[in-house]
């Protein structure tokens, strides 16, 4: 066993009505390659702030290395002087400087009071050679791609003696062959001595790299395993929180919904992203919800994304009702989709609106701007799902910030039901809001498909979509890997292909 370069115990840190880290225990070895993994809200990124010094907490102890006094790091840059660095998913460099500029930052080196350039370039250099980078370090970083400009910074960071490297979702926007490159690298300083914490929602990543696996799910510890002795199905029902034995037992709930028709509705072959969502075919028909399903990261979102345009697709064609469909939301809303996307905070709610604006909001904008809503017209449609949807608000006019989580969640779904759509994808619609929100959520899905609609149904919990879909696609490592429905649909099916077992089409 190699010696250990953090020890973090019972770390506790509160945010306003939140327990964000409950008793969280942590250790880092030299010479390891340990995943943070969990779900959104686990605790992966409080926890790295709370050992770099980003943010305060409450109780606990961290110690470095086989020390007995505890230590608080104030800020990253106090981290930093203790040789604990942090390279992030956004590169948080200066693009407009050189890539040596980037390197030497605030540590210039100097002659008679001066910048030695020739100096600095030269052990910038230096740095991107031993790091297997080569390219030239007097241009500027912007020039360069995201994978270099993360190089870039993991270089910087390892020429200030890093003796403990975090890596928060590096290979997020790589291609297979910069993620191998920066897996040679990881090795690389591993054999170095250098503890590296990666974070990452890719299971197969974790499995190619990694020596050990901490998992965290809603602020507590889960618990620390050596990757050896922990299968993928495990990990996945750790970072859920259900055993296989208890999801096999789980029946499924599902209505019967309207027999498909023969020509899809909407039909995706080969659409694929850049950078994101790997090529992947799917049909919807009417009168039918599809679900899909996959760990935060996997590609769910960019599936949803690229159907509906706002990723614009750079491989494979999408058709909606046997016509061939422009890449863009526009577009999408004329050919009758409607999409409620995943945050409804930054994507969804226009906080200074009232509940009236928010929900003729996207009704208005297929109009056009010469076609402008009457005032009546508008009460009229507001009024109308306000009361089928049963939402909770003291007038059409309160902002709709003043509405809790699941009204607004309401409004949002209020907006595309207004526009008559066809086909209406919602993307993690009951995330946040209360049991029986969430009931009336799942109901209206299987009703409206029991009237002809399609919905696509995104969620992470596995039981909803059981209840609500009558078949769901399986998303790993941003690949649609297969397809289950009729009697395959169970919990214990899901969470196999979730974690890389065998695959349906």
């Not at 890719?202 to 602020?219: A, S």
């Not at 750790?238 to 029946?251: K, N, Y």
Request: glycine share 10%.
């Amino acid at each position: 066993m190699t010696h250990p370069l953090i020890r973090m115990r019972s770390i506790t840190k509160n945010f306003p009505g939140v327990l964000a880290l409950d008793n969280v225990d942590f250790t880092l070895h030299a010479g390891e390659i340990h995943a943070l993994m969990g779900e959104n809200g686990a605790g992966k990124s409080t926890l790295v702030k709370v050992l770099t010094g980003a943010e305060a907490f409450e109780s606990g102890e961290i110690y470095l290395g086989d020390e007995t006094q505890t230590i608080i790091n104030n800020s990253p840059q106090q981290a930093q002087q203790r040789g604990i660095s942090t390279v992030y998913q956004e590169v948080n460099l200066c693009p407009n400087l050189t890539v040596a500029e980037n390197l030497f930052v605030g540590r210039q080196p100097k002659r008679f009071g001066f910048v030695h350039w020739a100096e600095m370039n030269r052990r910038a250099r230096t740095i991107m050679e031993d790091i297997g980078v080569d390219i030239n370090v007097e241009k500027p970083l912007e020039t360069y791609s995201l994978a270099v400009q993360q190089m870039v910074a993991i270089g910087r960071a390892i020429d200030i003696s890093v003796n403990v490297l975090i890596l928060d979702e590096p290979t997020s926007s790589l291609n297979e062959a910069e993620v191998a490159k920066l897996f040679d690298l990881m090795r690389k300083l591993k054999g170095q001595g250098i503890g590296i914490i990666f974070i990452t929602h890719f299971l197969e990543q974790v499995y190619e790299v990694c020596d050990k696996i901490t998992v965290l799910r809603n602020g507590g510890l889960v618990g620390e395993y050596a990757i050896e002795t922990m299968p993928r199905k495990d990990l996945v029902a750790a970072m859920l929180g259900r055993s296989f034995d208890d999801l096999a037992a789980i029946q499924h709930e599902g209505s019967d919904i309207n027999e498909k028709s023969d020509e899809p509705l909407i039909s995706a072959q080969g659409l694929g992203v850049r950078g994101g969502v790997k090529p992947f075919d799917l049909n919807i028909y009417r009168g039918e919800v599809v679900g899909l399903a996959g760990l935060l990261g996997s590609g769910r979102t960019e599936v949803a994304r690229a159907i509906y345009g706002a990723d614009n697709p750079d491989a494979g064609t999408l058709e909606a009702k046997g016509k061939k469909l422009r890449h863009n939301p526009l577009a999408a809303m004329r050919a009758g989709m409607a999409f409620c996307p995943e945050s409804r905070k930054h994507e969804g709610c226009v906080a200074d609106l009232s509940v009236r604006e928010n929900i003729i909001l996207a009704e208005q904008t297929k109009r056009g701007v010469f076609r402008l809503m009457s005032r009546a017209e508008q009460e009229k449609i507001a009024k109308k799902y306000v009361d089928l949807l049963q939402i909770k608000t003291a007038s059409l006019e309160t902002p709709i910030s003043q509405l809790s989580g699941g009204n607004q969640q309401k409004v949002i779904l209020a907006r595309w039901l207004a526009t008559h759509p066809e086909f209406l994808i919602l993307d993690e619609p009951t995330r946040g809001i209360d049991v029986g929100t969430k009931a009336e959520i799942q109901k209206l899905c299987v009703e409206l498909a029991d009237e002809g609609m399609a919905v696509l149904f995104i969620s992470s919990e596995i039981d909803e979509m059981l209840r609500t879909c009558s078949r769901i696609g399986i998303m790993r490592d941003l690949k649609k890997v297969g397809e289950i429905s009729g009697e395959d649909l169970s919990s214990s099916t899901v969470m196999s292909m979730i974690a890389g077992g065998e695959t349906h089409e």
